[in-house]
């Protein structure tokens, strides 16, 4: 009650004042300095100041403090009232002062003064370290420095891939003089910039976390608008289990009224020329680039993914986007004259109208733009029903699109799990359906939406194998082996579940844990981050449970990453790296099709006919979607041309 009363206080002092309020950073502990650093830096960013390092042992001790470029603070004091500085100034001497010190081998973060006496910064473009240049771009200044491209050239240049970069062509002329000084090291590329993008929250109300989350709004003709549903999810971030925002579960009036808007765009959209829609899909996969930082963030928030994961989710999808550029090829027919006698035959490529997307959790960027860049350019309407773990991406993706040009009801949002995707495959003016999901999902939609007439796509789930020969090259094998399994969580079509050893797997198994080992599992937001978590608690027990039932059954378990613990995200649904030994096909870890992060071996002991019982294991499994071949050298024989 104390506390609560307290922070009544502050707000209301705050409200009366106009002061803001700047808080230090949680102390915790770190497995290096550079984390540290970086996490005491961006949260000092979110907050509103701007955090440098005052004095440095760079082995045992760090200790940081707050000023508005760094540079003065060592200089001789001087009573305030005597100074003549501006109020802005950024000569004042901040108290506030963070220490990190090593202990053993972490690296234990506290606050000594977390106090400031200056007002917070609104806007970070506000600071000088806004205008810094990044690592990639001190690269990029190199090279074209060397190709005699003049500095303003090199600005408009650098400003194509970065709209916000506010660095002058003096910051580039200093730049250039470094360089060609040979001034410029490696240790100088990594100087911290603050993300101009970040949005500070200063409010007593945000700081204590009690704001009511955002509500995910629905697209329905070109407008975005607040869902009246009494019902709600929760989007909740898989590391921290923060609620980041709420789906709403969209009405039946509501969906009525997305399908409608679809409906009544197609005629005009149809019409419409081939070459208009590729120029707003040149513009829509611009905006992508220009944002993809943005929804990268997103993506790793809401889904768990690493960033390079995330960018990767997006550049994937970017791929469709610009295939899409091509339509006016691709949809030219066909005409063959004199087919029979008098006939001639044409095939004429027709849009087939209000068309629906059901997307998975796992690629919330690229699954939605698998879907309806190509639907939409070739001529039809859409409605996307983005996954109900991570919409996030998706609104990013409409937002983009609306902004590219895209006309008032060419592309609608819905939100729901089963009443809605139930919705989609019964509406008689809904005549194609794409979806990315689980085989359960996958045979029920396939078999609704058939029944009503619809044409649909369905991408069920997968348990991919490999095949790894005696003869294949070892450090090939291994690392292509640790990316496929363990690769986004595990939560992917193209993960690669099983690996069938043809003789053992005994001279692989210490090789590969060790790998295994070394890949780094932390928030995907974070610097370095191999693995992020998996999407929700409820993922992370049926991993659990299902290696625990292999145990039982006989496999044997030679890495276990069910317990990790992540420094600062103890509440994050986080599995490291798992291997079963000695799997059989009997076994239930092995029979299921399930998103999970183990790697479970299945050994054929004998070395005769070895690679036609893999075969035959491979295509028993009914979920196995593509199999992988890692071998030396090996004739392909007819049992092998057969398969493939």
């Not at 350019?377 to 902004?403: D, H, M, Q, R, Y």
């Not at 692989?508 to 998996?534: F, M």
């Amino acid at each position: 009650f104390c506390f609560l009363l307290s922070l009544m206080e502050i707000q209301s002092h705050m409200e009366e004042t106009g002061q803001l309020l700047m808080l230090p950073p949680t102390p915790g502990t770190f497995e290096d300095r550079e984390e540290l650093i970086k996490y005491v830096r961006d949260f000092g960013a979110s907050q509103g100041y701007v955090v440098t390092i005052k004095k440095s042992r760079r082995d045992r001790r760090v200790i940081l403090g707050c000023d508005r470029g760094g540079v003065y603070r060592n200089r001789r004091k001087i009573e305030e009232c005597k100074r003549k500085r501006k109020a802005s100034s950024r000569l004042i001497n901040c108290p506030f002062e963070a220490i990190g010190k090593k202990d053993d081998d972490v690296w234990v973060l506290t606050v000594k003064n977390g106090e400031h006496n200056h007002e917070a910064l609104r806007d970070m473009s506000e600071h000088p370290y806004s205008r810094r240049f990044t690592e990639e771009e001190v690269r990029q200044i190199k090279v074209m420095t060397e190709a005699g491209v003049k500095p303003r050239q090199v600005l408009k240049a650098l400003k194509q891939t970065n709209p916000e970069l506010q660095s002058t062509p003096r910051h580039l002329y200093n730049l250039k003089a470094k360089i060609r000084q040979g001034n410029v090291s490696e240790k100088s590329f990594k100087s911290w910039r603050p993300n101009r993008s970040a949005i500070i929250n200063l409010s007593a109300e945000a700081s204590t976390r009690d704001s009511c989350p955002p509500k995910v709004p629905y697209l329905i003709g070109g407008k975005f608008v607040e869902s009246q549903a009494s019902e709600m999810i929760d989007v909740v971030n898989p590391a921290t289990q923060e609620v980041v925002s709420q789906v709403p579960l969209t009405t039946c009036e509501e969906f009525k009224a997305a399908v409608g808007a679809a409906k009544q765009a197609f005629p005009l959209w149809r019409n419409t020329p081939v070459t208009t829609r590729q120029r707003i899909m040149f513009k829509l996969q611009e905006l992508i680039r220009r944002d993809i930082d943005k929804l990268a963030m997103n993506i790793a928030i809401e889904q768990g993914k690493t960033l390079n994961g995330a960018k990767g989710d997006v550049l994937r999808g970017l791929e469709v986007v610009e295939h899409a550029c091509g339509m006016a090829t691709l949809q030219m027919g066909e005409f063959v004259p004199n087919a029979s006698s008098g006939i001639d035959t044409y095939c004429i490529r027709e849009p087939l109208g209000v068309c629906a997307g059901i997307c998975l959790f796992n690629f919330p960027a690229m699954i939605s733009l698998w879907m309806f860049p190509i639907a939409i350019t070739c001529g039809n309407t859409f409605i996307l029903k983005p996954s109900e773990t991570n919409p996030g991406a998706s609104i990013i993706l409409a937002t983009l699109a609306v902004e590219a040009g895209l006309p008032d009801g060419v592309l609608n949002i819905v939100h729901g799990t089963n009443d809605i995707v139930n919705h989609i495959c019964d509406d008689d003016d809904i005549k194609a359906i794409s979806l990315v999901g689980s085989n359960t999902a996958g045979m029920h939609i396939y078999a609704r939406a058939a029944a009503s007439g619809k044409r649909v796509q369905s991408n069920m789930g997968a348990k991919n194998h490999v095949v790894i020969m005696p003869d294949a090259s070892a450090d090939a094998t291994l690392d292509a082996l640790v990316a496929a399994s363990f690769g986004a969580a595990g939560q992917r079509c193209m993960t690669i579940s099983t690996a069938v050893f043809v003789g053992g797997s005994s001279p692989w198994e210490n090789e590969l844990v060790e790998r295994a080992k070394v890949l780094k599992v932390n928030a995907g937001t974070e610097a370095g981050a191999d693995l992020g978590p998996v999407i929700s608690k409820e993922a992370k027990n049926r991993i659990s449970r299902l290696v625990q039932s292999g145990i039982e059954s006989g496999a044997r378990l030679v890495l276990d990453g069910r317990h990790i613990m992540v420094p600062r995200y103890l509440n994050g649904n986080f599995v490291a790296p798992t291997i079963l030994c000695d799997v059989t096909t009997s076994m239930e870890c092995y029979k299921v099709s399930v998103f999970m992060l183990y790697l479970i071996f299945r050994c054929i002991a004998r070395l005769a006919n070895s690679l036609e019982e893999a075969i035959s294991i491979v295509n028993r499994n009914k979920y196995c979607i593509y199999p992988y071949y890692y071998y030396l050298m090996w004739p392909v024989d007819s049992s092998l041309q057969l398969f493939l």
